[in-house]
């Protein structure tokens, strides 16, 4: 049931949020053309986007770790 209801909904309703902006601007381009503003959300984009690879980069390395003979805990993160 709560892969129906979160895997099978919530996530469709995730996608249409990330890509309604950008549906959005492709709609309107000939009324209002990109600025500065867009240019920094796009950058902001890739920079999550970029944050969100190396953390998972790092949860791939503590959980393989964690499994492995050699216990211990990953000590660099995103942040330090």
């Given at each position: 049931m709560f892969a129906l209801v979160f895997i099978a909904f919530v996530q469709n309703?995730?996608?249409?949020?990330?890509?309604?902006?950008?549906?959005?601007?492709?709609?309107?381009?000939?009324?209002a053309p990109l600025n500065w503003l867009d240019a920094v959300a796009a950058l902001a984009v890739a920079g999550f986007i970029l944050?969100?690879?190396?953390?998972?980069?790092?949860?791939?390395?503590?959980?393989?770790?964690k499994l492995s003979t050699e216990w211990g805990f990953v000590g660099t993160a995103l942040g330090c």
């Open positions: 309703v995730l996608l249409m949020a990330i890509t309604a902006p950008g549906y959005v601007a492709w709609q309107r381009r000939a009324q944050m969100e690879g190396i953390a998972d980069q790092q949860q791939w390395e503590f959980q393989v770790r």
